[in-house]
């Protein structure tokens, strides 16, 4: 019995390590999925208005953090382009610019489409630690009730969206 | 490198035949091929070095570890730079080694046959590593069309002391196939404890290269690294901590079994653990399992054949070990006998090394069980680390007034007045030389000076012949307890102060002031830097200045400080640049650590007393009072 | 000194960023190193965002040295941090069902210790 002790522990040691081989390393999981979008104040881009949380509600939509610094944002943008685009989905976008400027902004969207119905300016970044956010891009799916359901972390691309974003939605909406 | 495999082969092979050779033949034959497997490989890395020094871009592995600005030893260094090369170095080292087995005059007639065991698994063990190269990880692969220009070495490494630290390190890792070979040729020969004198030196030897190691790494990080610390519990770094903590509990215990033929299969499990937990650092290393400073490859591909290696040979070896060993009788020790501590303190060594490796593969047990991402780091394994070191401290003095065989009650006699003393003389240190932080810190001090003091005892109290004897174990506890005593003054004294500081301006931390007069631009071999004058004072006399740099190396690499340090044996003061925030305002991180030298200056002893013991030595057995 | 007390007063005139300002105690300015060295950089996973360059480190790192300086305590802080970030970017792993065995490890190995002993006669 002794004698089989280590040799016991060992597979299991073993097992584990090949098992953690090939599970791809998960995402972090948001600690906010299940709550209220935090609370904010920001300028929205290009206007003198300033937009709440509050304004937020009443829809279900998706917020998609970006900043013209951030290479997967690029990636992402023709898909969320033709996102917007979609009639029959109707589904606003609202982005978040994070620790950006605005006038790179305003030059990014032109050049490359404005998927947005609404754009904040989170320039300091303290929305978007309340987000949780910490890699540009993320992508939140909230309901009408503000409530986040899912968050996406880094570009958003076709498959991923009808996979796991697309099936909430219709869920959201009945 | 294809001779070198076919050497390694053979060598295995030729352990192997059991029928048609006679010993002395294949003793002959056996001894030839593992020195034709080293030279070999030696071969190989002298190509790579070759390469290397003439800009040879054509190689892959050059073009992206080396560029042509890079500093010439650099280049060398940079042979061990990134994965494929420094499974070179590996095989390098462990073919060495092979070669100093093969070529010893330890082995007794009888013990031949143990000899020509141990090397055909060592044969075995470089094969497959060398598969693994050939196969996985071939250095030598080519890049066509030829590119102009490499990449060049990762900034970090073009170090000094960074760029010994992988052989070192490798030497004592590699060391441990030794002890991990001859410990299974015990299994396989009907020789019970024999195995354990000659395993004992290779133990010691690379006992002294992980220690020598372990301690360069964290001083390499200490300065190197911009933030003054100097161990994080890096999953890597806790990769060599453990066979480290078992190779230290290895030696003890063979020490036992040399001396009186006891814990032959503790001796033998802790032999093929030791090496177990080498290879399963280089694992983690080069997996990209766990996410590391460190890693150097995350490649899964190349994890899984490292994860068949440890299957086949710890998997093996401990198989070998659940079948051969042979049972012992039930263990009739005295309580408090010299014996009964050494267990006792090898459990806590084990103990130690099973917590650090629970708590680095936790985060990957509860991702993949239950989907959660944690993170385990010093929080938990500075807390955690306390419980089996707090009684091996206590022990490991106890034991230096143990005999063999020896009763308890004699020993708890001789042993309180020691205790007091260390009692006292660490309540004055801590309470009074430097004022009173918290009872754990009172504690460890305690616990230093106890460990300082019963290490000298013996030297003290045996007679001139056995001096030489007694000086290694004298040694390595006086440098066990020194590091002991700069960890717990640093850690408890220490202060840090993050601050702006103006052209001009001056922070007080602790005693000492720091002015920043001024920060100057400089141009390196392969960088840019800034570089700050900074003047620190001591009750308004200045004493010393110190010049601290952040480098932008060229192309894809984030900046890197490199800390100015004025430092003696009783305090480091420390000061890295932050952030330049306009108008000549930057923000500054100083730091005054008390006793920081000591968590270096005992490995070094301790490395001293193994050194010792290398040298002269002689079989235990003959020793009275060893 | 009167040089000296002339460049504090210039000193305290001019505009310094937001970026660490001496405004912290000396216990706070231990409390915040202290936390820092705690919590986890998610951009380079293997620093804490005490030694960490990256973006996001820098503005944590700003964000905690705010609210200590407002007088939260060190639960207060990483509360905040887990509540955004979950347990990942502690490097305390927090005291929960799933982590029962990790913290009380140290304990069961004291167990199983004493218990081998017992056994082998060594009580």
Redesign the interface.
Known sequence: MKRLLPIAIFVGLFILLARSLFVPQMD?????IGKQI?SFSLNELGKFSTVTHQDLLGDTALINIWATWCVGCEIEHDFLVELSLDQELDIPIIGINW?DRDDLATRWLIQKGNPYSRILSDPI??TA????V??APETFLIDDQGIIRYKHIGPMDRQNFEQNILPRIVELRK | MITALAAAFLQFLIGLKLFTLDESLRMILIKRFTLIQCLSIFLAICCLGYSFLNDDFSVLYIALNSNTNLPIPYKIAAIWGAHEGSLLLWMFLLSFWGVTLAFSKKFTDQDKILKIYSLSILGLVSLSFILFIIYTSNPFERILPMPDQGRGLNPLLQDPALAIHPPILYAGYVGLAIPFALALASLLTPHSSSWAGIARIWTINSWLFLTGGIALGSWWAYYE???G?WWFW?PVENASLMPWLVATALVHSLIVTEKKGLFNSFSTLLAIIAFSLSLLGTFLVRSGVL???H?FASDPERGLFILMLIGLFTGGALMLFALKQNRSD????E?LSRE?LLL?NN?FLC?AA??IM??TL?PLV?ELV?S?????????FNF?IL??CIPLLIFVGLAMFSTWNGKGSKLLLRSSRVALLSMLIGLVISLLILSYNTPLTTVGIILAVWTIITGCLPLIRSRASDLVQNLPMTLAHIGLGIMVLGITVTSSYG??????L?F??S?TVGEYEFKLITINDRTGPNYRAKVATVEIYSENQKIGTVFPEKRVYDTTS??MTEAGIEANLFRDLFVAI??D???D?W?MHLQYKPLLRLIWLGPFIMILGGLVRLFLLKPLSESVNS | MKKITL?ILL?SF?V??D????DLTTAQ??L??GII??V?C??C????I??S?A??A???RE?IFQQVGQGRNEAQVKNYL?????????????FKQ??YF??L???L??IL?LG??RK????
């Open positions: 972090l999981p948001s600690p906010l935090p620790k970044g303290n630690i309340d987000f949780g910490y890699g | 690294l911009g933030w610390g890096d996410i590391s400073v890693s039930p263990l009739k020790l309580l009964s006792l459990v103990s099973g917590l629970i708590g936790y509860l239950n959660e991402k944690i993170s385990v780091g010093p929080p938990y955690v419980f089996p202060i840090t102060f993050d601050d702006t103006g001009g301006q922070k984030p900046s932050g952030e925030l306009g108008s305002i923000s | 460049m000193l001019q310094v960023p970026d660490l300002n001496s300015q231990e915040y190193q060295q705690e986890r998610l951009v996973q293997n620093q804490s005490a030694e360059n973006e996001l820098k503005d944590l964000e887990q509540e955004r970030y979950g347990d990942f970017v502690l490097y305390e792993p927090s799933s982590t990790l913290w490890s140290p304990i190995i004291l210790i081998w002993l082998i006669g060594l009580f």
